[in-house]
């Protein structure tokens, strides 16, 4: 029976590995551990083995965790859909929102940004597959919202995200993060200072790190199967 523990040690592995098969270094990449689903119990047995950033779905799920475990110091990442009746919750939990997809859900978040806390990190998230069912900013609207973004007082914004449709084809991932990297040099170059790609789960780790991912968000390879399904929003 595989610990949370002796699953991480694994997935830290794939992780370097990955990165040094793309001539990185393995700290470039930062490992972000997606707990939605699993208990507080849980994080803390990943949090005992050394992970620090953890990622989770829905609001109230995530904000009770970061109350439960607010001792342990630990990082705290909003990766699901946000609607804006949630953002005030949002902006005084966590660290850093993945995906923003709306200037008026950015604006909200900056606005209600405590005082007292650092800008809140976020990302850009783009629809890189064309999927109409898919949340995210089609490719060709992500300049104007990032800079629109980039110029609200409490966000920093860090980059790009993406979630690509599931499929086993490497060489079909390999382009769809490729996109989110070409968006992101074309963002640099336009002059904003962006260090972020969040981009790659449990079953495309590999093709995510080799295109130049930053941040891997991974669920199934560190806690298991979730039994709880999916909820829709
Ligand atoms: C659930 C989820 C993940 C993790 O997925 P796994 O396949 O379990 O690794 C990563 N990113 C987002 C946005 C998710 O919703």
Redesign the pocket.
């Known amino acids: 029976m595989m610990t949370i523990s002796d699953r991480l040690q694994a997935v830290r592995a794939r992780v370097a590995a990955a990165a040094v098969a793309a001539g990185r270094a393995p700290e470039e990449v930062t490992l972000l551990a ?1 707990s ?1 689903t699993w208990p507080a119990a849980a994080v803390r047995e990943a949090a005992a083995a050394g992970q620090q950033a953890f ?1 989770e ?1 829905y609001v109230q799920e995530g904000v009770d965790k970061i109350d439960a475990l607010r001792e342990l110091g630990l990082e705290w990442h909003f ?2 859909p946000l609607q804006s009746n949630k953002t005030r919750q949002v902006a005084s939990a966590f660290d850093w929102v ?1 995906s923003i997809d709306r200037l008026k859900i950015a604006e909200r978040l900056s606005a209600q940004r405590d005082v007292h806390l650092p800008p809140l990190n976020v990302c850009i998230q783009v629809n890189v597959s064309g999927e109409d069912s898919k949340s995210g900013v089609a490719p060709d609207e992500v300049a104007a919202l990032a800079h629109a973004v980039a110029d609200l007082p409490r966000l920093r914004l860090r980059g790009l995200m993406c ?1 690509p449709e599931p499929t086993g084809d490497l060489a079909l991932l390999r382009a769809r993060f490729a996109v989110l990297r070409t968006l992101q040099a074309e963002l640099i170059a336009a002059g904003l200072a962006l260090d972020t790609l969040s981009m790659g ?3 495309d780790i590999e093709p995510a790190i080799a295109e130049g991912a930053t941040i891997v ?5 560190i806690f298991g199967e ?1 039994t709880r399904p999916e909820e829709s929003h």
């Not at 968000?217 to 390879?221: F, N, P, Q, S």
């Open positions: 997606v939605k990622g779905n990766i699901g993945h979630i789960m449990s079953h968000r991974v669920g199934t390879a979730r």
